[in-house]
């Protein structure tokens, strides 16, 4: 993987890390067949493979280092992350209902957090072959070549990827028949991932999610000159006791406010 973009950035050791562990995770999604995997499912009905396992063994081995935390939707929590100020927040497969129903939208998705902000991430797409890396002081890069979000300066026409789960409970109707296009995909990592590297402008969720889902993304979106915001207006903070957040949005520089305005009363629901 080229990183050679982010050489002079002060988390290339970091950023070196990421890729290194991206390319171990590879290997070991390499040992599965998409579509043809077992499931098991935990509290809150989601599913949990012996992938996700095996991806988060190799991660953790790859990235983790004496005094830095770890969190992991595939880990128990281990608390003393709080007295850290460098901390991983993983979730070795996100998209794994697109996995195990052979859906090419699943990744992995790594963030390393400095002082509660997510501030360099790696998220690669097995199945379509994409890897997006970066940090906020070098810009991201699309395998391995710089990327950066949509330049686009209105909504209409724009690509905004949804929650496939989410738009099949109806929870989309409500934005139907605008002057954009609106796409369903799995695994919101991935889309965070495709909004920071320009394939899509915009992507939002209204349902909680955890830190592990989107602060790789987050970093990516952000690192690449594009804008994050919480439902409560506010930036990303992440490595908290209770890593659940209300939901989020991301979308190119010049679509924040058009998208803050038409997403202004669920803002206010999140109060």
């Not at 790859?62 to 992991?72: D, P, V």
């Not at 360099?120 to 070098?138: F, K, M, R, S, V």
């Not at 950066?148 to 929650?163: E, F, K, N, Y």
Request: glycine share 8%; net charge negative.
């Amino acid at each position: 993987m080229n990183t050679n973009t982010c050489i002079t950035s002060c988390y290339s050791e970091i950023l070196t890390r990421i890729a290194d562990a991206i390319e171990a995770a590879r290997a070991v999604f390499a040992q599965f067949t998409p579509g043809a995997i077992q499931a098991e499912f935990k509290a809150g009905h989601d599913p949990v493979t012996e992938a996700d396992r095996a991806l988060d063994t190799v991660l953790r081995k790859n990235l983790l280092r004496q005094g830095e935390g770890w969190l992991s939707e595939e880990s128990v929590d281990d608390i003393s992350r709080l007295e850290k100020s460098r901390v991983w927040v993983v979730d070795p497969l996100d998209g794994t209902r697109e996995f195990v129903q052979g859906i090419p939208e699943f990744c992995v998705s790594v963030a390393f957090v400095e002082n509660g902000r997510a501030v360099a991430g790696g998220i690669c797409n097995p199945a379509t072959n994409e890897t997006i890396l970066g940090a906020l002081d070098c810009g991201i890069t699309y395998n391995g070549a710089p990327a950066r979000p949509s330049l686009r300066t209105a909504l209409r026409g724009s690509l905004i990827l949804a929650s496939r789960s989410e738009m099949k409970r109806g929870e989309w109707e409500q934005f139907q028949g605008g002057d954009y296009r609106i796409q369903a995909m799995g695994s919101v990592a991935y889309k965070l991932a495709l909004v920071a590297a320009g394939r899509a402008d915009i992507t939002f969720t209204l349902t909680p999610k955890n830190e592990w889902d989107v602060a790789a993304g987050v970093a990516l979106v952000e690192s690449a000159g594009g804008f994050v915001s919480t439902l409560e207006k506010t930036r990303l903070v992440a490595n908290r006791r209770d890593p659940l957040l209300s939901g989020l949005l991301a979308c190119g520089p010049f679509l924040k406010d058009e998208l803050l305005a038409i997403l202004e009363p669920h803002f206010e629901q999140a109060k």
